[in-house]
């Protein structure tokens, strides 16, 4: 039988565990190698978090085991951005938000069980529900199955990184 899990809005309280989850996530992608870098990230991405929750730039999720509400193993969010007036399609106009997952996060003990599918499911239903125009994402190797599998696609993105 899978694991059963529940999902649930991120509070500012959460803001720790949100910030946690960042960090490690850049740290198991390679992109974070010193102890003071970690702490840096953490301590400022906790603070931001803190921040948009309350002003609700930012909406997460966390999932926990059903049977241990206490224990939060994963998590994902969306940072809400306006946007300018742009083409959603040759007749129609958009002048709205977009959203752009981030945070996603499964502690390794509990990859593979589906705890990244069920964040996406319940955050792109409150994209819907709250006309978000579209999503975006970064996607990791590892992680790109499960952006496919909702629907996501590949795009013209471009990214320009500022020399150190």
């Known amino acids: 039988m899978p694991d059963a899990f529940s999902i649930r809005r991120a509070k500012q309280k959460d803001a720790e565990i949100i910030a946690w989850h960042r960090a490690r996530m850049f740290q198991d992608m390679g992109e974070i190698i010193s102890g003071d870098a970690f702490e840096i990230l953490r301590t400022k991405t906790r603070a931001l978090i803190k921040e948009w929750l309350a002003n609700g730039d930012y909406a997460g999720w966390l999932a926990s085991p059903a049977d241990k509400p206490d224990l939060i193993v994963g998590g994902a969010g969306i940072q809400l951005q306006p946007i300018l007036p742009r083409p959603l399609s040759p ?35 409150w994209a819907r529900g709250e006309d978000l125009e579209r999503i975006l994402l970064h996607a990791s190797e590892e992680g790109r199955p499960v952006y496919e599998k909702p629907g996501f696609v590949e795009s013209n993105e471009m990214r320009f990184v500022a020399p150190a």
């Open 91 to 125: 007749s129609k106009i958009g002048e709205g938000r977009q959203g752009t997952i981030i945070n996603v996060f499964t502690e390794p003990e509990w990859r593979r069980r589906g705890i990244g599918s069920l964040l996406m499911k319940e955050i792109i239903a």
